[in-house]
């Protein structure tokens, strides 16, 4: 695998970011690979273990394989879905980025998140940090030449009660 560079890393973080924000998520779930994963800890989670706890072993709030991915993009797209009718509108930040040592052909990259989410007239803040794990492919129209292995965001949050539920990607 040919090495990435930080702004490379930093412009696929950015990109991704846009396509949630633009509620694009069939195009979002396409960056993954097919062995793909993005999941979420719960927020009790050991703060030094949580990125590299096994979703298997540990209960997390979202722990989504790439079909489980696909079936929560066909939940928020569905009318239906009263928990995003009208949907959130977000915006993502993404800071301190912080690109590690390739291991097995994949990536691993930390980075701050802030993600806004505004729905309802209420503004709620999520914080936290996102582990993305990334590996060099051939790319497509949906995916400029990286692929997302896994993607697991901490959230720095002590409860979900005044921010609400995650009923969109964080």
Not at 37 to 51: G, K, M, Q, S
Not at 68 to 91: F, G, K, Q, Y
């Amino acid at each position: 695998m040919p090495e990435l560079t930080r702004g490379a890393v930093e412009d696929f973080l950015y990109y991704e970011a846009e396509l949630i924000d633009d509620w694009r998520l069939r195009e979002w779930a396409a960056c993954f690979r097919d062995d793909g994963r993005y999941i979420v800890p719960t927020l009790d989670a050991d703060p030094a273990t949580a990125f590299d706890t096994d979703p298997l072993e540990v209960l997390c709030l979202i722990a989504d394989d790439r079909h489980l991915i696909d079936a929560r993009i066909d939940r928020l797209e569905n009318i239906r879905a009263h928990a995003e009718n009208p949907r959130s509108r977000v915006m993502h930040a993404i800071t301190n980025v912080r690109v590690g040592k390739q291991a097995d052909g994949v990536l691993r990259v930390l980075s701050n998140l802030t993600v806004h989410r505004w729905r309802q007239d209420r503004l709620d803040t999520y914080v936290g940090r996102c582990l993305h794990h990334l590996a060099v492919d051939d790319g497509n129209a949906s995916s400029p030449g990286i692929s997302i292995v896994e993607r697991r965001v901490v959230l720095d949050l002590e409860s979900l009660d005044p921010v609400g539920p995650l009923s969109f990607i964080l």
